[in-house]
């Protein structure tokens, strides 16, 4: 069994709240030489617990005014997979999650204005074996992030 222990959850922390933190600061932070920090890193990637590095971009600077969420209502799952497939190719989907409760999904996107939003929901309303979608406007953002808290563990095996 693979385990996560404190100074894999220490260097986790670090990463997700510094993403480009130098190698030498976390050594220094966690007690380890460069190498094995560098060790850590790759076996925590060859893992499956980290799964890449990227940078997060200010979407209202960029232009991408509106973010809502869109639930979407199928008629069914014969359509399943070509649903996936088409929406997962939009960038303006940031997120597509399969859910219980109201509707089989729900997905939030951003676009630059409310044409935008119009013409993506035309789009995801043309898909096969959408019924219909109900959207949610955000109006302002307290928080949001990607962090999660860690703690040591044993990880459960990779599909």
Known sequence: MEKLDA???QILDLLQRRGRIKRTEIAEAVGLSIPSVSDRMRKLEARGVTTGFRATVDAKRLGWDVTAFVFVQSVGSDHYPEFIETVTALDEVQELH???GDGSHVLKVRVKNTTGLEQLLARLQGVPGVRGTRTSLVLS???ETTYLPSEPMTLPPTH
């Open 7 to 9: 100074i894999d959850v």
């Open 98 to 100: 399969s859910v219980t």
């Open 141 to 143: 953002t307290h928080k």
